[in-house]
């Protein structure tokens, strides 16, 4: 747990901590864990899978593994004393794909909500989100990062320069 090292006072000061997370290089969905160290934020520590499958694949074996990353980093960081339980974990009632694709840019709209409706941040997964946004909006979303990609291609190919910053 090196990178964390880094962070001021500790990942598990933080009152959430978002984890991307592919499953089998084929699928992104994403973990918040609310409230890990249980102070300023309100309700219930827990961890909460924001994915937007379909269908509702398992998510216990992502989560035995964040469950056991924050117990390491608790120890590591001298956290105090450990949680008396583990965090509970709920899988969000959040907006659904209605195509096989667009999983990582739901990824991108659930985090883009939560960073501009920080009320929502606190009452993730414990109550209904489907009204966050629509297939629609991914769909545009999708359409404008793929035109901007085509954009700093076509910038590169001109330029010569393959560095994004420098373009």
């Given at each position: 747990?090196?990178?964390?090292?880094?962070?001021?006072?500790?990942?598990?000061t933080r009152?959430?901590?978002?984890?991307?997370?592919?499953?089998?290089?084929?699928?992104?969905?994403?973990?918040?864990?609310?409230?890990?160290?249980?102070?300023?934020?309100?309700?219930?520590?827990?961890?909460?899978?924001?994915?937007?499958?379909?269908?509702?694949?398992?998510?216990?074996?992502?989560?035995?593994?964040?469950?056991?990353?924050?117990?390491?980093?608790?120890?590591?960081?001298?956290?105090?004393?450990?949680?008396?339980?583990?965090?509970?974990?709920?899988?969000?009632?959040?907006?659904?794909?209605?195509?096989?694709?667009?999983?990582?840019?739901?990824?991108?709209?659930?985090?883009?909500?939560?960073?501009?409706?920080?009320?929502?941040?606190?009452?993730?997964?414990?109550?209904?989100?489907?009204?966050?946004?629509?297939?629609?909006?991914?769909?545009?979303?999708?359409?404008?990062?793929?035109?901007?990609?085509?954009?700093?291609?076509?910038?590169?190919r001109y330029?010569?320069?393959?560095?994004?910053?420098?373009?």
């Amino acid at each position: 747990c090196t990178w964390t090292r880094a962070v001021a006072g500790g990942l598990l000061t933080r009152e959430c901590i978002v984890f991307p997370i592919n499953e089998a290089e084929v699928h992104w969905w994403v973990a918040i864990v609310c409230r890990p160290h249980g102070v300023a934020m309100q309700g219930q520590q827990r961890i909460v899978c924001l994915d937007s499958s379909p269908c509702c694949a398992p998510k216990r074996e992502a989560v035995n593994t964040l469950r056991g990353y924050l117990r390491r980093e608790w120890q590591e960081r001298g956290g105090g004393d450990p949680l008396a339980k583990p965090l509970h974990a709920v899988r969000a009632v959040a907006p659904r794909q209605t195509n096989l694709y667009d999983c990582g840019i739901f990824v991108v709209e659930y985090m883009l909500h939560l960073l501009r409706h920080p009320e929502d941040l606190a009452e993730v997964g414990t109550r209904p989100a489907m009204g966050w946004f629509t297939q629609a909006r991914v769909s545009h979303r999708r359409r404008r990062l793929r035109a901007l990609v085509w954009h700093l291609a076509a910038e590169a190919r001109y330029s010569g320069v393959v560095d994004v910053d420098r373009i």
